[in-house]
């Protein structure tokens, strides 16, 4: 038999998520983003659960290749750009939609020889420092790339940096509007934004995270009106039990003590199938659907999980790691990270079905 973890793909929720972003962003036309191969769902496997979107936004080239060869004909965004020359080669031929965000890139573009013109999203750095031209440099550059034979179109993009938080988008929303580039078409909301900042919306938005069915800002509470539904399951087994009396040392560094006369459960996951090592005691995790904790340190195959309240439990008892009925930004959040890492980190190890 093979070890009994496993993750479970929900198709139906991608398209469910889909719908509810359409209704938050009215007119404006979705990129769904499908960087890290879906968020460490894989393109392959959810790619057309999503084709009811407006387009595709990604980072790989290689990626963006995919979706072409596989028949999606709608439109492709490369959101880092490309980073050589010969990249354009491959835009060219693939009719893809690039970011630019540096002077070499259009010069780059106004030297190559291409085939047809193509559209990019001119990179705004309106205050995350990261990629981006100044606001003081923009309109130039604007005008520059709209001289240049090889550019159809030019859209203004920007990113927020706290989109998902208190501070808000109004500092880095301020900035673009006193550009005055009301000409240009625009494409500023990430998830966040799509979810709590409809003045952002414009003419494209690039929800991310959401159509994963988890949240922006880390905490499921703030994403659990909405309506979104988890992507990814993690199950796994309990493969031992233990009844351990009071004062008992548990795991690597013995790191827990039993408090008094506890059962305690072994389950096949670890840090080497993509749960987060640091995840502590208390970590939540559900066990026969009984919510329950991990108990010491993870390992590299298997945790140590607290029995107690659900005292039925043998082996063989079915694990939720994370999923439809445990949020994976609850298990992010009380191991110290965010749902996007657990959700890129899944381990090539871990069998995958599509549901």
Request: hydrophobic share 40%; aromatic share 8%; net charge negative.
């Amino acid at each position: 038999m093979p070890r009994p973890i496993l993750a479970t793909i929900h198709l139906d929720a991608f398209r469910h998520n889909l719908a509810v972003i359409r209704q938050k962003v009215g007119d404006s036309k979705i990129w769904s983003v499908v960087k890290a191969n879906a968020y460490g769902h894989g393109l392959d496997r959810i790619w057309q659960s999503l084709m009811q979107t407006d387009g595709f936004a990604l980072l790989d080239m290689n990626e963006a290749i995919y979706l072409r060869e596989h028949g999606w004909q709608g439109p492709i965004l490369l959101l880092e750009g490309f980073f050589k020359l010969s990249d354009l080669q491959l835009i060219d031929q693939y009719g893809l939609t690039t970011t630019v965000h540096s002077y070499w890139q259009l010069k780059a573009i106004e030297e190559a020889r291409l085939n047809n013109p193509i559209d990019i999203y001119l990179k705004l750095n309106s205050g995350m420092n990261r990629l981006g031209f100044t606001p003081e440099e923009y309109s130039q550059v604007v005008s520059m790339a709209n001289r240049i034979k090889n550019i159809n179109s030019v859209t203004l993009m920007t990113h927020f940096a706290n989109s998902d938080n208190e501070i808000g988008i109004d500092g880095q929303f301020a900035v673009v509007e006193c550009l005055q580039m009301g000409s240009l078409p625009r494409c500023l909301a990430n998830s966040g934004a799509v979810l709590w900042h409809p003045k952002t919306h414009g003419d494209w938005v690039r929800p991310g995270i959401i159509l994963y069915g988890a949240s922006p800002s880390g905490k499921w509470c703030d994403i659990a009106d909405v309506g979104l539904k988890s992507a990814m399951s993690l199950h796994s087994e309990i493969i031992a039990v233990h009844d351990l009396p009071k004062g008992a040392k548990i795991g690597y560094g013995s790191r827990y003590t039993t408090q008094y006369p506890t059962r305690v459960g072994t389950v096949a996951c670890g840090y080497a199938d993509g749960y987060p090592r640091h995840a502590s005691t208390g970590t939540p995790i559900l066990v026969d659907g009984v919510r329950t904790q991990l108990l010491g340190a993870i390992s590299m195959d298997m945790m140590t999980v607290d029995l107690t309240p659900c005292p039925q439990t043998e082996i063989g008892s079915t694990v939720e790691l994370w999923g439809e009925n445990l949020p994976v930004d609850e298990v992010a959040e009380s191991a110290g990270t965010i749902g996007y890492e657990l959700l890129c980190a899944l381990a090539i190890r871990v069998p995958v079905v599509v549901n």
